[in-house]
Nanobody, 114 residues
Framework: QVQLVESGGGLVQPGGSLRLSCAASGIIFSIYRINWYRQAPGKQRELVATIDNIGYTNYVDSVKGRFTISRDNAKNTWYLQMNSLNAEDTTVYYC????????WGQGTQVTVSS
């Protein structure tokens, strides 16, 4: 059984930064990729950032240059560093781990407001 736990969300002022973490427990092997998604109420889920098993990263255009996805394989923990946050970044963020199956965390709320 694989479990993912996100943390690091919260309230931040516009222009501020947050670092989200996604910690995995259980049997972790043959990771294909790690994704960070976000989904606002009433909207479709959006793939924000992804990193594959060789470290290739990709980002949705709206976060390029502001967000950075990274990983610490030894700790089975992955991160999303978010800088220059704005109100449009306010929503719940989810990590997902893609192996032979896909696993999801419970989500962490990010609120950007003055």
């Amino acid at each position: 059984q694989v479990q993912l736990v996100e943390s690091g969300g919260g309230l931040v002022q516009p222009g501020g930064s947050l670092r989200l973490s996604c910690a995995a427990s259980g049997i972790i092997f043959s990771i294909y990729r790690i994704n960070w998604y976000r989904q606002a109420p009433g909207k479709q889920r959006e793939l924000v950032a992804t990193i594959d098993n060789i470290g290739y990263t990709n980002y949705v255009d709206s976060v390029k240059g502001r967000f950075t996805i990274s990983r610490d394989n030894a700790k089975n923990t992955w991160y999303l560093q978010m800088n220059s946050l704005n109100a449009e970044d306010t929503t719940v963020y989810y990590c997902s781990l893609v192996m032979e199956s896909t696993y999801w965390g419970q989500g962490t709320q990010v609120t950007v407001s003055s």
